[in-house]
């Protein structure tokens, strides 16, 4: 089975600051997906981004971005001008045939 | 825009009792997951169903059973809780069970069992 591993449980970011959480994950497949999911207080598992294996080019979507280093199995979330609806804690998942498989998460804390 | 619908929201059991979480979404997807998340970790697969009329064994299935009633509708069912089933559990729907097709995921079942 592929393993997530998020080596960083807790993260602090100033407002309109950014900030960089960290995943790696092990597989032999060549071909697959890696997504974030961000999950705030009230519990909700939200979509943030996502990369497919055979692109190159990292995903963005505003102010989200990755930085996938396929060769090191590494798929950190950027978060750029830091908002305090940020705060929540981010799972890395990697698309295994049939599901998700998660890291244990990063406690993102964002201060004024 | 209801999406992936869960009941209960909360629920108290003691050790013994059986209940049955029910899950229903509305965006036409033939896949649905059951996940569980314990302190300090990740959601873990219970079963899934990768279309209408399957069912399969995820990473933790002990102690769990499932429906998949309709193309809507996937229920999981604990037959005599116990304390170690105390959990959130969420269930997710996507439209193909390979891939990168995203999974949406209900609000969550908090289950506490005594």
């Known amino acids: 089975a592929q393993t997530v591993t998020q080596s960083q449980p807790e993260m602090s970011v100033q407002e309109a600051e950014t900030v960089t959480l960290s995943c790696t994950y092990d597989t032999s497949e060549s071909d697959y997906y890696l997504f974030w999911y961000k999950q705030p207080p009230s519990r909700q598992m939200i979509l943030v981004i996502r990369?497919?294996?055979?692109?190159?080019q990292n995903a963005t979507e505003n102010r989200f971005s990755v930085n996938f280093q396929k060769a090191a199995k590494s798929f950190s979330l950027k978060i750029s001008d830091s908002q305090l609806g940020d705060a929540a804690m981010y799972f890395c998942?990697?698309?295994?045939?049939?599901?998700?498989?998660f890291g244990k998460g990063t406690s993102l804390l964002v201060t004024p | 825009n209801a999406g992936v619908t869960q009941t209960p929201k909360f629920q108290v059991l003691k050790t013994g009792q059986s209940m049955t979480l029910q899950c229903a979404q509305d965006m036409n997807h033939n896949s649905m997951y059951w996940y569980r998340q314990d302190p300090g970790m990740g959601l873990r697969l219970i079963y899934y169903?990768?279309?209408?009329?399957?069912?399969d064994k995820g990473e933790v299935p002990n102690g769990y059973n499932v429906s998949r009633l309709n193309k809507r509708e996937f229920s999981l069912r604990l037959e005599s809780a116990a304390p170690s089933q105390t959990s959130v559990y969420f269930c997710?729907?996507?439209?193909?069970?390979?891939?990168?097709?995203?999974?949406?995921f209900g609000d969550g079942t908090r289950l506490s069992i005594l």
């Open positions: 998942a990697y698309r295994s045939p049939y599901a998700l498989n």
């Open positions: 990369q497919e294996a055979y692109k190159q």
């Open positions: 169903s990768a279309s209408e009329g399957t069912t």
């Open positions: 997710a729907s996507s439209q193909e069970d390979q891939g990168g097709q995203p999974q949406h």
